[in-house]
Nanobody, 128 residues
Framework: QVQLVESGGGLVQAGGSLRLSCAAS????????MAWFRQAPGKERDFVAA????????YYADSVKARFTISRDNAKNTVYLRMNSLKPEDTAVYYC?????????????????????WGQGTQVTVSS
């Protein structure tokens, strides 16, 4: 089992920045690919960004490319999502996810069902 706890969400004005963190515990963090998804009210949970176990490859949804950066620190068992130039449409609950099965294609890393473990989410609200 892997336990994931997100933090760093909050209220920010459009154009502002936030950094989300996801702390993992349980099994060896460096064995897992990690990702961030988000879910706005009344909408499906959408892929945001992912990173392979080593951090050598990253993947982004088109809507956040060039604004968001995913990174990880395996020594701290933590994955981060740096969000810049935030827009009101970025408002959502952001979820951290972990996958121990591998796979390095965008299709696999962006697929909701690729991930076995999920955090409880952290709310991000961007005001206009």
């Amino acid at each position: 089992q892997v336990q994931l706890v997100e933090s760093g969400g909050g209220l920010v004005q459009a154009g502002g920045s936030l950094r989300l963190s996801c702390a993992a515990s349980g099994r060896t963090f460096s064995n897992y690919a990690m990702a961030w998804f988000r879910q706005a009210p009344g909408k499906e949970r959408d892929f945001v960004a992912a990173i392979t176990w080593s951090g050598s490859s990253t993947y982004y949804a088109d809507s956040v490319k060039a604004r968001f950066t995913i990174s990880r620190d395996n020594a701290k068992n933590t994955v981060y999502l740096r969000m810049n130039s935030l827009k009101p449409e970025d408002t959502a609950v952001y979820y951290c996810a972990a996958d121990g099965k591998g796979g390095t294609t965008y299709a696999i890393r962006s697929y909701y069902h690729s991930y076995d473990y999920w955090g409880q989410g952290t709310q991000v609200t961007v005001s206009s």
